[in-house]
């Protein structure tokens, strides 16, 4: 895969600069001496530096299981990085000099820099970069090796961890992988272990926990956390890397902390088809990469595995405690916490998470029910773009809704690709009554309210999208929410509400501030907000103009202006 990509992009992965290009470059870095078998980096490093070769040449290593395996030679013209130098994560490749010679050597900092500042540059850096950690991803390589079984809902969790942030790993299925028994001989493991992943050949953990793994990855960057932000971003869906790009871009200094992985819920869409330029659709999580890669290029920063526990709001700057314990400051605040779909009232439904009962459908759900059958749960854009994608490999796919049908919540054009495709079979007015099965779902039982007819079938894997529940609890009573818990801003918080809130100020609050000045909210997680990607979108970049306002306005109040 990696030499198809090289191949057929060869020249965009890796240009030849010019003498023109090279001067504007060294004027950012500083010349240095490269020496025979020097290492300049290697997986595990931080500190990454761009290196342009101006004589001798350089060697791209991937990682396995003798001396690293050549990706690619880096000779006069040349230049390293990938989009680990911009997101300040750890290397994932080893670089050595294989002839000596003389090479510009820029930090983040300093490619940062160019990247802002030269439209040139930036586009000719950036797409190298973006299709080099492509090659990386697709080389199944890496120091990273995920030891698990197809039906344990932890490896799930975990391969969805890594591949959601786009970190190249080793997926070995216990059950199927001819080097299983040499791994477990080799690592002094057994099937009760399972899963585990591998870290460098330094490390082994049993089950980490994500936050665990980004720690052992390197995977988020080394920031100080006693810093004070223009803006602090709660989640990275749509909303929230909206406004990381708009308030980076604008000069604002920006923090994001995610659960999960970029894109949010929304990351986990097959497709997105009706999203503005993108007429042949385009995949959550392509979609939340390319904007995490312009939050990057502008320099906002982004931990992930970074769960929001408490906002302290008695004092500005406020405070955000997350679950490691760390603390973040901000001046001001966007909440972009999203919404998750809601859990059926299903006796023992909880027991198959991940074993059969699934909240996302993404290519790795996918694998896991290739030529069975199906339910998914949902009438929503969201079940519509999930039946489709599933319908391409799977046998038949039951599509239950509690309403008369689908025009009320979903679009037009999904509701035609439903009825054109011949194994999606409809179920109106139908819920989901019981599920059973022994150590994964095997059985689903439901039934239609209009003429009272209930069903059993062989079904092992459920997808469920209904509904949203807001990811509010951390606020606890700090802003208004609405009866649901989604987050109150602007015209929704009356004067009764305002009162409640104590609102200090004279003015009223923006359009989308809440109950707390300078705190707001965007996307799904805000009060009647269009559940769409779009319109997240919109919302998180129009915050940022309110960010700028409220900034101002507390300058203005410590000066006495």
């Not at 997105?272 to 390319?290: C, K, Q």
């Not at 030529?371 to 046998?395: H, K, P």
């Not at 965007?522 to 309110?546: L, T």
């Amino acid at each position: 895969m990696v030499s198809e990509l090289l191949r057929k992009r060869r020249e965009q992965m890796f240009p030849k600069l010019g003498d023109a290009q090279i001067a504007r470059l060294e004027a950012h870095g500083q010349r240095v001496e490269i020496r025979h078998g020097e290492v300049l980096a290697e997986p595990g490093n931080r500190q990454l530096k761009v290196f342009v070769v101006l004589s001798g040449s350089i060697e791209i290593l991937l990682p396995d299981q003798t001396e690293g395996q050549l990706l690619y030679l880096l000779t006069a013209g040349d230049f390293s990085g990938e989009m680990s130098t911009l997101r300040g994560s750890s290397a994932q490749t080893t670089l050595r000099v294989r002839r000596p010679g003389n090479a510009i050597a820029l930090d983040s900092g300093q490619i940062r820099d160019v990247i802002q500042t030269d439209a040139e540059l930036s586009e000719l850096l950036m797409r190298a970069f973006i299709l080099r950690r492509v090659a990386l991803i697709q080389s199944n390589s890496g120091e990273i090796t995920l030891l698990g079984s197809r039906h344990s809902a932890d490896s799930l969790r975990l391969r969805e961890f890594l591949t959601r942030n786009g970190q190249p790993f080793h997926d070995v299925d216990i059950e199927t992988d001819p080097d299983t028994a040499a791994l477990f001989e080799r690592f002094h493991l057994t099937a009760a272990d399972m899963p585990v992943v591998v870290c460098r050949a330094a490390q082994m953990f049993r089950n980490p926990s994500n936050h665990d793994l980004a720690e052992c990855l390197g995977l988020n960057p080394q920031v100080d956390d006693s810093r004070i932000y223009d803006l602090l971003i709660i989640g990275a869906g749509p909303a929230g890397l909206a406004a990381a790009v708009y308030g980076a871009s604008e000069g604002l200094n920006v923090r994001v902390v995610e659960t999960t992985a970029p894109g949010g819920q929304a990351g986990t869409s097959s497709k997105i088809e009706n999203y503005l330029g993108f007429p042949t659709g385009i995949s959550g999580r392509a979609l939340a990469g390319r904007a995490l890669s312009q939050a990057q290029k502008f320099g906002a920063a982004l931990s992930v595995a970074a769960d929001a526990v408490e906002l302290t709001c008695t004092q500005r700057p406020y405070s955000i405690e997350l679950a490691d314990g760390k603390v973040l400051r901000g001046r001001s605040v966007l909440i972009a916490s999203g919404a998750q779909y809601r859990k059926l009232e299903v006796e023992n439904l909880s027991r198959f998470l991940g074993t059969g009962v699934y909240y996302a459908a993404t290519a790795l759900e996918q694998k896991l029910c290739q030529g069975e059958d199906i339910a998914i749960i949902g009438g929503g854009n969201s079940a519509g773009q999930a039946a489709v994608y599933l319908a391409r490999d799977c046998r038949r796919v039951h599509l239950l809704v509690r309403g008369k049908g689908l025009a009320e919540s979903m679009s037009n054009y999904l509701i035609r690709r439903i009825q054109e495709t011949g194994n999606i079979q409809l179920h109106a007015q139908t819920q989901i009554t019981h599920v059973e099965g022994s150590d994964r779902l095997e059985r689903l039982g439901w039934v239609c309210s209009a003429d009272g007819q209930r069903e059993e079938h062989p079904i092992g894997h459920m997808f469920v999208m209904t509904g949203a529940a807001p990811n509010t609890p951390w606020l606890k009573g700090c802003v208004a929410l609405d009866e649901d818990g989604f987050v109150k801003t602007g015209p929704d918080l009356d004067a009764p509400a305002l009162s409640a809130a104590r609102w200090p100020l004279e003015r009223a609050p923006h359009s989308m501030e809440t109950s707390l000045p300078g705190v707001f909210a965007a996307g799904d997680v805000r009060s009647r907000s269009v559940k769409r990607v779009a319109s997240a979108v919109g919302e998180g970049s129009i915050c940022v103009q309110f960010v700028h306002r409220v900034l101002q306005e507390s300058a203005n109040t410590q000066t006495g202006a």
